[in-house]
Each structure stands twice: as structure tokens, then as C-alpha cells.
């Protein structure tokens, strides 16, 4: 890897380890000074490897600095130390023999900790997913503002006022009670969610960029997985459904990089290693006594892997749409039962449904009522094509919409 | 919105016995009557009651069967989001248990706080 690749490299993949661990050593209260000693030592970093050449080990030299520099901190700022030397004390070492713990263990640990504090419900969903991606993932402010379409600015705000009110809070670095993890779990998982749908379903056209936030919500779930304190039925319920959803991700573009319909899609071109795997944390899932949205997902998921059209296929859709709406609506999820609905009964009978449902202002809506009246009024359906294509917003939409009223014509 | 309690009774026949297709058929029936309540995002929960129960009366007299002194019992209950009482009657149109020969009563719910 050349220099001037390594160091953005390593921040992604080591920012994240060194601050936990500094994070979980000093504190929620004191992120700001973890983040200025992990800002510092990459700054050196770069003006040292760029005059002396790049070390042997390059993760260890950060090591090295960053629990120089960390005690450095504990010298000069005496406020600061005073929280910290309380710690210090209770280990009954001194400053000089004090040791920054970044074994792979206390690093996986630490990382673990910092899941939980930072999917904390005091801060708004948002906040949580743009800290993680900066404090669990490493993302540069610039790449979570392309994520978020919004600029450098109202993202650095918005994470300040976040990390001021977990400092406020002094929301603990640590795992839950046993009693609560179940609970505890339940926006962690949520968060971790949402940073998958950002990446799979973000309207930003940087495809590389959704697909890190993808990876990056995966390695988050597999972190859960790979505790056995965390790693109950609905964290393996949603790591099945990111790897059903993963598998289309290179056949969702086309060469010529337009996006793709499920129905464009090739088949060959699906990722099968991520659908087996997929099978298997779904089977695994498949323990205790309730279900959560993750794993009515993940089954719908598991069916649109297999392309062949089949009136099982769509029955068994149709009845996970059922169970997943009765756990949680979503327009989304309303739209596209209906949509099963009309494969696994009848048009006619998904119709007298659809019209029931009141989303009115919404192009997806209006689609879909275009797509069951074809066949059954022609005038219905291109009045809802229309109105579908007045409401769209995204230019890709647009497109679509118009490429089928133009075929009507 | 306002929540009201859907009230399954029927007069169940003990002698009839749902063959696994059936059951299937049935949950299914229940299921997509559900789902279409809750496509409308107007469901709040619902249950179904076994057949096990007892009765327990003033003078400490338990008498066995959820039957309360008529052949009609509660087979469930659905809890449904609407802004009206009419409303609540539109959803339960379609509910499986008509088929049987059951209806279905609805009542307001009154919170207590």
C-alpha cells in the first residue's frame, strides 16, 4: 500500500479501536480529550512517516504514540487527570507505569462498550448513526455529510450537541445489566439498521460510499455476534437480513451504472457466499419464543433470493408482511403486503385493499394502484401513472415513470 | 385516534375437529384479515382465548368451562386504532369468524389512568 493511501487506510480501521479504548478508560465525560489524542497522534503520523519513511509495524508505532501521547495528557492537564488518576489509583499504579490496554481483547471490549453508549436513546436516531459512523466506524465528517446530503458543517454541529449531552448524561462505557441487555439491545439494533438502510437505500450516487455503510453496519452486528451477552435471536435475525440484502448489491447496478428493478436484476450476478450465510444466521435465529421485525424481514428476504416466481413464495410473503405489520407499520411494508397480496390471490382482491389504505400523497402508493388496475381499467391506470409521476421526487423515479406512460402512447 | 375492542363469539361445535389443512386455512383467513388492518397501520394488538377456563362466581362457586351460562364464547380479540365507532365497524368487516357463524361486537375503549 502506498503512504499516501496507508494513513487514511489505518484511521479507518484503527481511529475506532484506539478511541474506544481511551473512551471506555476515561470516560463518555471526557470523549473530546480521546478524540484530540487520537487526532494528534495520526497528525504525527503523517509528518513523521512522511519525512522518516514508514515504520515496520505502522499499527503499533500509533499504538506507541497514542499511549505516549495519552500520558502526556494525564501530566499536563491536572482537571483531567484528577478524573482519570482516580482510575489510575484503583489499578494502584502511577502515571509512569500507567499503560494504555490495546490488546485485541480490551480493543473488541471496548468497541462493544462504546455500541451501547453511543446508541444511547437520549440522542436523537440521527446523531446516534452519524457518531457511530464517526466514533465506531471512523468516517471522515465529510463522508458522514455525503451520506447524510448534508454539508461538513451541520454534521459537526449536530455530533457536538450529541456528544455534549452523553457527556451531561455521563452515560456509563459499559455492557448493560445482564437483566437489561435484551432491552438495551433494542436501539442498538435499530441504530445498526438504520446505518444499513443510509447505505442500501441512500439517495447519494457514491456507490462506494453505500456500500462502506453497509460493510460498516455488518462488522457492528458481527461485533454483537461474537459476544455471547449480545448475540441473542434478533442480533442474528438482522445480520441474516444484511446478508440476504447484500447479496444483490453489485446487480442492483448496471454496467453503464443505472440502477436496477428486483425484476431487471441477474441472477448470476447475486452473491451466493452472502445468501448461505444469510441461511445460516436466519436458521440461527430461529430460537425462543418471539420474533422481531428483524427476522420477519429476514424472511422476506430469503424469499426475493430465490427469483422463480411461485405461488408459495408469494403465500409465504404475503403472510410475513401480515406478522411484520402487526409488529410495526411502515408504508413501505403496507405497500409492498398489498403488492403480495395481488401474486398470491388476485389483482381484484389486492385492489379492494390497496384502496383502503390511505397514502394518498405518496408516488409509491400510486404505482402500485397503476400497476393492479392493468389489465382491469385502463383509464385508472394511466391516471395513477400520472399522478404518481407529479409526486415523485428522485430523478430515477422520474425516469421510470415516464418511460412507462410514454410506452402507453 | 381512538381504540376499540373487537369482540370474536361464536357457538363453537365440540364435535368439529380442523383437519392440519384447515387450521392452516383458518390462520391464514385470520392472518390476512390482520395484515389488512394493520396495512391501514390501524392495529393495536390482538389474541386469541383457548378453550381452558373456569368461572368464579360471589360465593366462591367455580364452575368449570369459559362458558357463561350460554353456548357462545369469546374466541378472541382485536384491538383496532379508529377515529369513529363507524370506522372501527368498516374494519371489522371481513373478519373470519362471520364465516362461521360468529359475529363480531364492538365496543370503545375507555383508558383508565
Redesign the interface.
Known amino acids: 500500500m502506498k503512504e499516501n493511501e496507508l494513513i487514511p487506510h489505518l484511521f479507518k480501521t484503527e481511529y475506532r479501536k484506539i478511541i474506544s479504548v481511551l473512551c471506555k478508560l476515561f470516560g463518555i465525560a471526557n470523549i473530546a480529550v480521546a478524540e484530540d489524542i487520537v487526532n494528534d497522534t495520526f497528525l504525527l503520523a503523517a509528518e513523521s512517516w512522511g519525512s522518516k519513511g514508514i515504520p515496520t509495524n505502522p499499527t503499533a508505532w500509533l499504538y506507541t504514540v497514542a499511549k505516549n501521547k495519552t500520558k502526556d495528557s494525564l501530566r499536563r492537564d491536572k482537571v483531567f487527570s484528577d478524573k482519570v488518576s482516580v482510575k489510575i489509583k484503583e489499578d494502584r499504579k502511577n502515571i509512569e507505569e500507567f499503560e494504555v490496554d490495546l490488546t485485541d481483547q480490551n480493543i473488541q471490549d471496548s468497541q462493544l462498550k462504546m455500541i451501547f453508549a453511543i446508541c444511547s436513546p437520549l440522542i436523537s436516531v440521527e446523531a446516534q448513526i452519524g457518531l457511530a459512523l464517526r466514533i465506531l466506524c471512523g468516517f471522515g465528517i465529510e463522508e458522514i455529510a455525503q451520506a447524510f446530503l448534508s454539508n461538513k458543517d451541520t454534521i459537526n454541529k449536530r455530533l457536538y450537541r450529541a456528544k455534549e449531552k452523553l457527556r451531561k448524561a455521563n452515560i456509563p462505557v459499559d455492557l448493560p445489566p445482564h437483566a437489561e441487555i435484551s432491552d438495551r439491545l433494542q436501539p442498538v439494533l435499530r441504530t445498526i439498521y438504520l446505518l444499513y438502510n443510509e447505505g442500501y437505500y441512500s439517495s447519494t450516487q457514491n456507490n462506494i460510499l453505500r456500500k462502506d455503510l453497509c460493510y460498516e453496519a455488518m462488522r457492528l452486528t458481527y461485533l454483537l455476534i461474537g459476544c455471547e451477552e449480545t448475540n441473542i435471536p434478533a442480533t442474528r435475525a438482522l445480520m441474516a437480513l444484511m446478508c440476504f440484502h447484500s447479496s444483490r448489491f453489485e446487480s442492483r447496478v448496471s454496467p453503464e451504472g443505472k440502477y436496477l428493478l428486483y425484476e431487471e436484476q441477474n441472477e448470476a450476478d447475486w452473491d451466493m457466499d452472502l445468501i448461505r450465510k444469510g441461511d445460516y444466521f436466519l436458521n440461527q435465529a430461529a430460537q425462543g419464543h418471539k420474533a422481531s421485525k428483524y427476522h420477519y424481514e429476514a424472511a422476506i428476504a430469503y424469499w426475493h433470493c430465490r427469483k422463480e416466481d411461485s405461488k408459495e413464495k408469494w403465500?409465504n410473503i404475503?403472510?410475513l408482511?401480515?406478522?411484520l405489520?402487526?409488529i410495526e407499520?411502515s408504508p413501505v411494508?403496507?405497500l409492498n403486503?398489498?403488492l403480495a397480496?395481488s401474486k398470491a390471490r388476485s389483482k381484484e382482491i389486492a385492489l379492494t385493499?390497496a384502496l383502503?389504505?390511505?397514502l394518498d400523497k405518496s408516488h409509491l402508493y400510486h404505482a402500485l394502484l397503476a400497476d393492479l388496475y392493468k389489465g382491469i381499467s385502463l383509464e385508472k391506470h394511466k391516471e395513477h401513472l400520472n399522478t404518481a409521476l407529479k409526486l415523485a421526487k428522485s430523478e430515477a423515479d422520474k425516469e421510470f415513470l415516464q418511460a412507462k406512460i410514454e410506452q402507453l402512447n | 385516534m381512538n381504540e376499540f375492542m373487537m369482540i370474536f363469539r361464536h357457538s363453537p361445535d365440540p364435535s368439529m375437529e380442523l383437519s392440519p389443512e384447515q387450521l392452516q386455512e383458518s390462520i391464514k383467513q385470520w392472518q390476512d384479515w390482520i395484515g389488512g388492518i394493520a396495512g391501514q397501520g390501524k392495529f393495536s394488538s390482538t389474541n386469541q382465548l383457548g378453550y381452558e377456563g373456569k368461572t368464579l362466581k360471589p360465593d366462591g362457586i367455580v364452575t368449570d368451562g369459559p362458558y357463561a351460562e350460554v353456548k357462545e364464547i369469546i374466541g378472541g380479540y382485536l384491538i383496532a386504532k379508529a377515529a369513529s365507532l363507524d370506522e372501527a365497524m368498516k374494519l371489522a368487516e371481513g373478519c373470519p369468524i362471520l364465516h362461521v357463524g360468529g359475529h363480531v361486537e364492538v365496543r370503545n375503549i375507555i383508558p383508565i389512568n
Open positions: 403465500e404475503l403472510q408482511y401480515n406478522r405489520l402487526q407499520y411494508a403496507a403486503r398489498t397480496l385493499e383502503k389504505i390511505n
